[in-house]
T-cell receptor, first 113, second 113 residues
């Protein structure tokens, strides 16, 4: 069935370090891929998305590229800030008639000054 | 602010009781999704409505039901509550039923004691 696997956390980085959070997926059809972010005590916010192979989604310095050949959508940021501390969720829609999101388990990122 | 409003923000109730969670989608959005976030299961899709009609069902228990009203707001009813139903319940909405971009509310935290 459909699933999303993302790297286990927590991840702790120093400010200005490089961030990679790995994400791979299994899905039928041609799903869209998403990264959502959840700040403490808040709901999920869409961070970026990509709707077809080789698309690159980007926002707030974060980026991820839809790699169909490796079924991956890894999240990267060149220089993290303390304000990036949050839980990051990789997700895809089913792209096969119904469009609910399938989420990974989330990766908690803590950035220390 | 995503524009999706969920009430109440917090709910504490006893086992065996019934509760109703409410969601108002963003203005113009026709589709509503319900998700459950728990520590052990992560984010799980429960059910989707589109313009008043049920569109898709996920891991929703028979004790749970939902509906979407003519004004497009939605309610999730949880009955015969058990301790394991304690979770954060999110509502999301999107302009159509494709899930290409879903906006999440801040969630209702349900605690069953």
């Amino acid at each position: 069935g459909d699933s999303v696997t993302q790297m286990e956390g927590p991840v702790t980085l120093s400010e200005e370090a490089f961030l990679t959070i790995n994400c791979t997926y299994t899905a039928t059809g041609y799903p869209s891929l998403f990264w959502y972010v959840q700040y403490p005590g808040e709901g999920l916010q869409l961070l970026l998305k990509a709707t077809k192979a080789d698309d690159k989604g980007s926002n707030k310095g974060f980026e991820a590229t839809y790699r169909k050949e490796t079924t991956s959508f890894h999240l990267e940021k060149g220089s993290v800030q303390v304000s990036d501390s949050a839980v990051y969720f990789c997700a895809h829609n089913s792209g096969a008639g119904s469009y609910q999101l399938t989420f990974g388990k989330g990766t908690k990122l803590s950035v220390i000054p | 602010d995503s524009g999706v409003t969920q009430t109440p923000k917090h709910l504490i109730t006893a086992t065996g009781q019934r509760v109703t969670l409410r969601c108002s989608p963003r203005s113009g959005d026709l589709s509503v999704y319900w998700y459950q976030q728990s520590l052990d299961q992560g984010l799980q899709f429960l059910i989707q409505y589109y313009n008043g009609e049920e569109r898709a069902k996920g891991n929703i228990l028979e004790r749970f039901s939902a509906q979407q009203f003519p004004d497009l707001h939605s309610e999730l009813n949880l009955s015969s509550l058990e301790l394991g139903d304690s979770a954060l319940y999110f509502c999301a909405s999107s302009v159509d039923g494709t899930g290409t971009e879903a906006f999440f509310g801040q969630g209702t935290r349900l605690t069953v004691v």
